[in-house]
């Protein structure tokens, strides 16, 4: 089993941004987290973060026949973007959703998920945790 993390724009950022919302641990803290989670669970991974739609659609594109699934955390893209949500529905990969913080108990615009219109799970305001429970979800829908 091999799944794709992809992460989006200024996730990078972690620890520096708004750390009242997203914490104080950085972005290596969470693939850290990310890498133990899949290692217990004996699944191949790669993380990708880019703070670009297009390059975000390349990858889902690329993952095709290469990934068995994906967990996103699209950031401010879960919000708008129709592409990313196209490409998701175009290589059919299962995809859970993950994001770090509430998104449904802050500003009225976070609301709505494009993303979760074909994401078969969406996992939202543990922290960094929430990554924990959105691979094992994943590993449990594919095994
Ligand atoms: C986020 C929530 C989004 O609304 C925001 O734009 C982000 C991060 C989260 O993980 O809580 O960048 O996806």
Not at 46 to 62: T, W, Y
């Amino acid at each position: 089993m091999k799944i794709l993390i992809i992460n989006g724009p200024n996730l990078n950022l972690l620890g520096l941004r708004e750390p009242e919302i997203y914490g104080n641990q950085n972005y290596a803290s969470l693939c850290a987290l990310i890498d133990d989670t899949c290692k217990e669970l004996g699944v191949d991974h790669e993380i990708f973060q880019s703070n670009h739609e297009g390059a975000i659609v390349d990858k889902i594109q690329d993952a095709y026949g290469k990934f068995d699934g994906i967990v996103i955390n699209p950031a401010a893209y879960t919000h708008t973007s129709v592409a990313i949500l196209d490409a998701l529905k175009a290589v059919s990969i299962p995809t859970v959703e993950v994001h770090i913080s509430d998104i449904n108990s802050r500003d009225e615009f976070r609301k709505h998920s494009y993303i979760s219109l074909t994401a078969i799970k969406t996992v939202m305001g543990l922290g960094f945790e929430g990554y924990k429970v959105a691979i094992e979800h994943l590993y449990d829908f594919l095994k």
